[in-house]
């Protein structure tokens, strides 16, 4: 959670007369850093199950969606003349998340040797929220205060606390808002610092202004609203919370109603639909045309698209800085290939956009099936027994990665995956414990006990 604000602080930055935006040099080393400790937790996660020689629990539906949609992804590689070092480069960024996945199903910890780190990401989340708050209310001398030289989320009405994007900011305050009402949801009572702590995160949500966040939050919700029964008015409330502190920005923030007016338009006219200024690129919805020129990329190679690490993400740009003049899109799309409308991000900004033209119909599907049977059992488990926080939590999470997948990279960007796969992977220990699925009922009821 702190490598965005770290490449930020520990680099440097300089003003572009041309673009007339600051323009920051990250520091290497904290990316360093995570990627030794992912490769160290996936080597502490191979000697934890070869020390209780458990590799037998790495035979269940799941894990074998997983070698699949791996061998999906490295034939699409292979059919797109991506080298082997791509190959593996881009696997990494896809599945890095779900080593976490591995490492808590290798563990399986009890709730009261995992409940630390719970509470420490919930603190971090909360430091977020704070700063967030003031970053809304302060504006520009709040951003600067933390070390954010480029200030045009305040100029926006965004907040991002420590975080590198207001997006980052929504995705881990939703996360954090569905855990709380999958808890809040569990029990019979409900003390009134819990509901203050909700309006909190819920109000970290609202000021990033985040609207696919905020929208998958609400999707997230109605799950596990539907999966718990019996508790809609409760369920109902919280709903309430979210959009109306969701919705408070636009009433109080002149930049927040300006820029909601100008996506809508920008959207409507991306669609060809006439709305007020000349239809430009630069008044039109990027992900919309990005979507448009995906699609035809994605028609004339629909099977398996065009290999992995060679379409607008983090491993193409550093493979080729000019990924999208490949000549199979100029082939496709004319001109210099794919139109990247002076937008300067690495990714193209969505990520079932970026996995369909880099590996085809057949990534995909492979991708859905095995987010699907990660979380059945722990949907199963929640409607069985109308509880367990971790079962409901994960359904959430599940429907609220998908969302905001349609409007962010966040299943491979370097945040949302480890703390998705926490929940899923910490729900799945939870299962194993229990011995059946029926059986961690009472495990949940232990938990929401605590």
Excluded at 10 to 30: C, L, R
Excluded at 53 to 72: E, Y
Excluded at 332 to 347: I, M, P, Q, R, W
């Amino acid at each position: 959670m702190a490598e965005g604000w770290l490449v930020t602080i520990f680099g440097s930055s300089h003003f572009n007369a041309g673009t007339q935006k600051t323009v920051i040099d990250e520091a290497g080393w904290p990316k360093t850093l995570k990627s030794v400790i992912y490769f160290a937790l996936f080597g502490v996660t191979v000697a934890k199950l070869t020390i209780d020689r458990s590799w037998g629990m790495l035979r269940s539906k799941v894990d074998i969606a997983l070698a699949v949609l791996a061998l999906v992804l490295i034939a699409a590689g292979l059919a797109g003349g991506s080298s082997a070092t791509l190959i593996g480069q881009a696997l990494f960024v896809y599945f890095r998340g779900a080593i976490v996945f591995y490492a808590w199903r290798a563990l399986k910890p009890s709730w009261e040797q995992a409940r630390p780190l719970f509470w420490l990401g919930g603190g971090l989340v909360v430091l977020n929220v704070l700063a967030a708050l003031w970053q809304f209310l302060a504006g520009r001398s709040a951003y600067t205060a933390v070390g954010w030289p480029n200030l045009q989320w305040a100029d926006e009405g965004r907040a991002q606390g420590f975080l590198p994007h207001p997006n980052d900011l929504g995705h881990v305050t939703g996360l954090m808002v569905l855990g709380l009402a999958a808890w809040m949801l569990s029990r019979e009572n409900m003390k009134r610092r819990w509901w203050a702590l909700f309006v909190l995160i819920a109000a970290g949500l609202s000021v990033a202004s985040s609207k696919h966040s905020l929208l998958a939050a609400v999707a997230g919700l109605g799950v596990i609203a539907v999966l718990r029964r019996g508790r809609f008015k409760r369920a109902i409330a919280l709903g309430l919370i979210v959009a109306v502190i969701g919705g408070a920005p636009m009433a109080f923030s002149p930049e927040v109603r300006y820029q909601l007016s100008y996506r809508f338009e920008g959207l409507f006219n991306a669609l060809g639909i006439k709305w007020g200024k000349p239809q430009t690129s630069n008044d039109q919805e990027i992900r919309i045309l990005y979507a448009k020129q995906g699609a035809k990329l994605w028609a004339a190679s629909p099977v398996l698209g065009y290999g992995v690490g060679q379409f607008g993400g983090i491993v193409a740009v550093k493979a080729d800085p000019a990924w999208n003049e490949d000549p199979r899109f100029v082939e496709v799309l004319g001109g210099k290939g794919f139109d990247k409308l002076n937008f300067e991000a690495t990714s193209v900004d969505m990520f079932w956009l970026h996995l369909l033209v880099e590996a085809g119909a057949l990534g995909i599907l492979a991708y859905l099936v095995w987010l699907g049977l990660m979380v059945a059992p722990l949907v199963r488990s929640a409607w069985r027994d109308r509880g367990g926080t971790f079962p409901l939590w994960a359904a959430g999470t599940v429907i609220f990665a998908v969302v905001i997948a349609a409007w962010s990279p966040s299943l491979e960007d370097p945040l949302f995956p480890p703390l998705m796969f926490s929940v899923l992977g910490f729900g799945w220990a939870l299962l194993s414990s229990a011995g059946t699925i029926g059986a961690v009922a009472s495990e949940g009821r232990e938990v929401d006990r605590t």
